[in-house]
């Protein structure tokens, strides 16, 4: 976890939201089946213009060290709370380039009767979930930038633990200055699983596992 989840908010509602600039070109179409790779709308701090702004980022990590985005073995989409401010892929990027990453809601399989059965997880009036994530910019020695992140992930409460052990860490709006770095403060304790009760599950149908499947339908009760 996490490694699908739909996002399908309309520009307005995250400027209102966040109170932020769209940056945005070219915004990423509404997808109810995101996976890594794909383009991601997120939200950060803007130290110069002192301002949250929104911007499109590649879902995989991509080390700054890396010599081409194509070497490296590895892009990770997730980073575990564990380890997120002592590893040497992730710890740069806790300290300095943390980021929001608002969702409808994401998708986790549990094994029941011997078959993975897919839910949606979210909030029970289906209103945002604001996740916490890390970004790194890759350059290219002739001035070219890519802009990819991962979603940092906590142990899951103790509701959510029959879906699977893992959930994305869930941010509520006091937390956001803090982890964006709008203001001074350690964002170590907001390391931690969402509250319980936060966070509702609810059956979908199989169509999600195929991420070519896209449209509101997806996050329908099934």
Known sequence: MCGRFSQALPAELLVRMFGAIDLRLEAPAPSWNVAPTAQVTTVGWDRER??????????????????????????????????????????????????????????????????????????????????GGIWECWRSPIGDRILTLAIVTTPATAELTAIHGRMPLVLAEPD???????????????????????????????????????????????
């Not at 390391?191 to 509702?200: C, D, H, K, V």
């Open 50 to 131: 002192a301002r949250r702004v929104i911007v499109p980022m590649t879902w995989g990590l991509l080390a700054s060290w890396e010599k081409h985005p194509d070497a490296a073995k590895m892009k990770p989409i997730n980073a575990r709370c564990e380890t997120v401010a002592t590893s040497r892929m992730f710890a740069p990027a806790f300290r300095q380039r943390r980021i929001l990453v608002p969702i409808d809601a994401w998708y986790e399989w549990a094994v029941e009767g011997g078959q993975k059965i897919p839910h949606a997880l979210g909030h029970s009036d289906r209103s945002p979930v604001v996740l």
């Open 176 to 222: 956001w200055p803090v982890w964006l770095g709008e203001v001074e403060g350690d964002p170590t304790p907001l390391l931690r699983p969402a509250p319980s009760g936060r966070i509702t599950t609810w059956r979908v149908g199989r169509a999600v596992g195929n991420p070519r499947n896209n449209g509101a339908q997806l996050l329908a009760a099934a």
